[in-house]
């Protein structure tokens, strides 16, 4: 059973520039959340996504943006990179219908703006 | 706005020395309060969900319960493999999709 898997691994941008990352969600899974995570922080809710609409949004520029596919998969965009955007980004994947609503996160990707 | 406190910010344990960590919370209305396990550079690894107070799960050395205000996280005779930062995260009652508001995590160091 994979997990949520996520990609690249590893990225460096440039600021001014804009990135896209990926993430698959644990197979069964049809809620996909993005969270950034800062150097001794805890992760901070970007927004999340469901039936490929965003459903909710944390505190975040409209920078960042969003998408989900119709096979649950989804991407989240930034422009206009900052030095402050450098972070762990991780996505979390759970099932809307579960009592629990547990998230199942990836292992992240780690963003250096430069 | 829903917070999370969590306490303390790093911990170093002697093998087999036994403690808790703490997570204070306010939310308005719990829908459940989650525990996540985190290793440097990785994503968080799910540990445990509490829904209501009183309610506790055990999981190996780690024993999590819950009060209205508050949850520990009790780590008995602790291994180095239990060195990682633990995460205490809410989830509201009025967050129609769910969505986790995290702590700052306790770091635990188990020396040898």
């Known amino acids: 059973d994979a997990g949520v898997t996520q990609s690249p691994t590893h990225l460096i941008k440039t600021r001014g520039q804009q990135v896209t990352l990926r993430c698959s969600p644990k197979s069964g899974h049809d809620t996909v959340s993005w969270y950034q995570q800062a150097l001794g922080q805890g992760p901070q809710f970007i927004f999340q996504y469901y039936e490929e609409e965003e459903r909710q949004r944390g505190n975040f520029p409209d920078r960042f943006s969003g998408h989900q596919f119709p096979n649950y998969s989804s991407e989240l965009n930034v422009n206009a990179l900052l030095l402050g955007d450098s972070a762990l980004y991780l996505c979390?994947?759970?099932?809307?219908?579960?009592?629990?609503?547990?998230?199942?996160f990836g292992p992240g990707t780690r963003l250096t703006v430069t | 706005e829903d917070q999370v406190t969590q306490s303390p910010e790093a911990l170093r344990l002697q093998e087999g020395e036994s403690s808790s960590l703490n997570c204070s919370y306010t939310v308005s209305g719990l829908r459940g309060l989650f525990w996540y396990r985190q290793d440097p550079g990785k994503g968080p690894e799910f540990l445990f969900t509490?829904?209501?107070a009183g309610e506790e799960k055990e999981k190996e050395r780690l024993k999590a319960t819950l009060t209205k205000k508050e949850s520990f996280l009790h780590i008995t005779a602790p291994k180095p493999e239990d060195s990682a930062t633990y995460l205490c995260?809410?989830?509201?009652?009025?967050?129609?999709?769910?969505?986790?508001?995290f702590g700052k995590g306790t770091m635990l160091l188990v020396s040898p």
């Open positions: 509490l829904y209501s």
């Open positions: 979390a994947s759970s099932l809307v219908r579960s009592p629990g609503h547990e998230q199942y």
């Open positions: 995260a809410v989830q509201a009652m009025n967050s129609g999709y769910s969505t986790l508001t």
